[in-house]
Nanobody, 114 residues
Framework: QVQFVESGGGLVQPGGSLRLSCAAS????????MAWYRQTPGKQREWVAR????????YYADSVKGRFTISRDNAKNTMYLQMNNLKPEDTAVYFC???????WGQGTQVTVSS
C-alpha cells in the first residue's frame, strides 16, 4: 500500500522559513517524478514544484520561484520542500504527490501570520 506522510508544517511569521518532509512507503520511490501542491479553502489545488526521479531537474511555480527549494533523497524515500521568506499568501495545506496524480499524502497545514 502506497503511503505518503507529510510533516513540518506549522505557524510561522512572514519572512520566516519552514521545511516540509514527505516520507514515502509501499512504492519504488525513485521511479516517480514527485511534486508538491497546495490548497486553500475555496480555491483549486495549486501545483508548487516538481522534481525529477533522480533529483537533478526541478521546476517551480512563479509564485514560489526563488523562495522555495524542492529536493529528494531516494535512499531515504523522502522528498523535501524548503520554504524561505514565507508570505501570508503561502498559507495553505501542502500536499506531496506523485506528479502523475496517482498517489497523494494527507497534507500538512502551513500558516504564515504575524
Amino acid at each position: 500500500q502506497v503511503q505518503f506522510v507529510e510533516s513540518g508544517g506549522g505557524l510561522v511569521q512572514p519572512g520566516g522559513s519552514l521545511r516540509l518532509s514527505c516520507a514515502a512507503s509501499g512504492m519504488i520511490f525513485s521511479s516517480y517524478v514527485m511534486a508538491w501542491y497546495r490548497q486553500t479553502p475555496g480555491k483549486q489545488r495549486e501545483w508548487v514544484a516538481r522534481i525529477s526521479r533522480e533529483g537533478y531537474k526541478y521546476y517551480y511555480a512563479d509564485s514560489v520561484k526563488g523562495r522555495f527549494t524542492i529536493s529528494r533523497d531516494n535512499a531515504k524515500n523522502t522528498m523535501y520542500l524548503q520554504m524561505n521568506n514565507l508570505k501570508p499568501e503561502d498559507t495553505a495545506v501542502y500536499f506531496c504527490a506523485s506528479y502523475d496524480g496517482t498517489y497523494w499524502g494527507q497534507g500538512t497545514q502551513v500558516t504564515v501570520s504575524s
